[in-house]
């Protein structure tokens, strides 16, 4: 089945320690994006791509860092700068046409990051 | 600024019965209006996308309508189902959508 598939579900990282973030998809989406969400706020807009080896901050980029070097995958970065990283990361792609579109996104699962 | 508000906040229904949700949005220009299902721990899904000639939109239970002029919209879900608990989201854009907060719903048998 076609979809896309965020891992790890849970992901833990220690002070000043990078970690990714991977999202796949098979959907042959143009479009991806990485969202946060936090109890009682609207998912923000971290970062998208519309197209391979092409990507804008959307925003709250600060922190973090992506890459698009192939169409199905769209890995996100938190770096050691985003000083407030505990949240529930989702990743979502959507046909061409990117955020303008009248196209659905997709959206996986998500990754519930914590610090220890 | 641009801002998407869901009310009521959190709400509670008995299995069978109808029930709606607002959504009210200063996003402007317009460029759809879309309602999203989010079960907990899970991804949203995607239930309508409304674009401004559209007043009315329907998914099987689920029926969306828009108001252009007030910048209101509505997600009216018919005859409740246990598996209708779940976090309704809004969201409204025109280069960046912006999500609302969410509205809470929970179906009692």
């Known amino acids: 089945d076609g979809g896309i598939t965020q891992s790890p579900k849970y992901l833990f990282r220690k002070e000043g320690q990078n970690v990714t973030l991977s999202c796949e998809q098979n959907l042959n989406h143009d479009a991806m994006y990485w969202y946060r969400q936090d109890p009682g706020q609207g998912l923000r807009l971290i970062y998208y791509?519309?197209?391979?080896?092409?990507?804008q901050k959307g925003d709250i980029a600060e922190g973090y860092s992506v890459s698009r070097e192939k169409k199905e995958s769209f890995p996100l970065t938190v770096t050691s700068a985003q000083k407030n990283p505990t949240a529930f990361y989702l990743c979502?792609?959507?046909?061409?046409?990117?955020?303008?579109?009248?196209?659905?996104?997709?959206f996986g699962d998500g990754t519930r990051l914590s610090i220890l | 600024k641009n801002q998407v508000e869901q009310s009521p906040q959190s709400l509670i229904i008995l299995e069978g019965k109808n029930c709606t949700l607002q959504c009210n949005y200063t996003v402007s220009p317009f460029s759809n209006l879309r309602w999203y299902k989010q079960d907990t721990g899970r991804g949203p899904v995607s239930l309508t996308i409304m674009t401004f000639s559209e007043n009315t939109k329907s998914n099987g239970r689920y029926t969306a309508t828009l108001d252009a002029d007030t910048k209101q919209s509505s997600l009216h879900i018919t005859a409740s189902q246990l598996s209708d608990s779940a976090s309704y989201i809004c969201?409204?854009?025109?280069?960046?959508?912006?999500f609302g907060t969410g509205t809470r719903l929970k179906v009692l048998a």
């Open positions: 791509s519309q197209i391979v080896n092409d990507f």
């Open positions: 979502a792609s959507s046909m061409a046409g990117g955020i303008r579109s009248n196209q659905p996104q997709h």
């Open positions: 969201a409204e854009g025109t280069y960046k959508y912006i």
